[in-house]
């Protein structure tokens, strides 16, 4: 079966997008979709995205991490996926989608895409880290030479650690930069390295570092591999909310490849 894709990125993440509206894709093959992400044999990506119908909203997001596996909220694949539902004409300049984590409210002008994430209740403080869950698990640690430190190698130990079992966590290190900006660099489970961005992973950082005192700004700039992200928040007796993910998600290329 020829299947027509395509690639989008948001600073870097980079996503197979599918229109599957029409119900055709082989969702529980988790090796087709591994093999789809493979950046050697076949299309080459962080991870898949379906957009499929749903009842009572605009879509559904399906998201799979390269290796296969259905996963958790990701922030710039949904990013992405705006800017994919706007080029098929699915939506116009605002959306509301259903995805793994709830409803997702957005609005996209040009190729910058302002996506609202879900409200963070509990935000854990330990001795040297922050872990929190913005639709996707993660961990948060402040270092001072953010280029120095193997992503791949210091990710994996904290993901496998007995910290965070079986199910693991992605992993975020920050260096602060100014008032209100951070740079970050993030080990992605599923991915199982580092990614030029990740959307949650800066949304955790932001309210990170705020819960921690760095910045008493509610909106943080965010420095990744890929380019810039913008955080911002309402902070409310220890909660998060009207928690937003802002920048740009671009089309590369469309294509179709034999499954």
Do not use: W
């Amino acid at each position: 079966m020829q299947l027509q894709f395509y690639k989008y990125q948001g600073t870097g993440n980079d996503f197979v997008m599918i229109d599957n509206r029409n119900d055709i894709f082989p969702k529980n093959n988790t090796k087709l979709i591994e093999n789809l992400c493979d950046r050697r044999f076949g299309i080459g990506a962080d991870g898949l995205i379906l957009l499929e119908n749903d009842k009572k909203n605009d879509f559904r997001m399906v998201y799979y991490n390269s290796d296969g596996n259905e996963s958790s909220m990701c922030g710039n694949g949904g990013r992405c996926l705006v800017a994919f539902a706007e080029s098929l004409g699915v939506i116009k300049n605002k959306t509301t989608f259903i995805a793994t984590d709830g409803l997702h409210h957005a609005t996209i002008s040009e190729d910058v895409v302002s996506l609202q994430m879900k409200d963070v209740e509990t935000v854990k403080i330990a001795g040297d880290y922050v872990f929190l869950d913005t639709g996707s698990p993660h961990h948060v640690q402040l270092v001072d030479d953010l280029k120095a430190i193997n992503i791949k190698t210091e990710g994996a130990k904290i993901r496998y650690s007995e910290l965070y079992g079986e199910k693991g966590s992605n992993v975020n290190f920050v260096n602060q930069k100014s008032e209100d900006t951070f740079s970050v660099r993030t080990y992605e489970r599923g991915v199982e390295d580092e990614t030029l961005s990740c959307g949650t992973g800066v949304t955790a950082v932001a309210i990170a570092m705020r819960a921690l005192g760095k910045t008493q700004s509610n909106t943080i700039q965010l420095n990744v591999e890929g380019g810039k992200l913008e955080v911002s928040f309402k902070p409310a007796g220890g909660n998060y909310t009207d928690v937003f993910l802002k920048g740009p998600a671009t089309f590369v290329f469309k294509g179709e490849i034999e499954i």
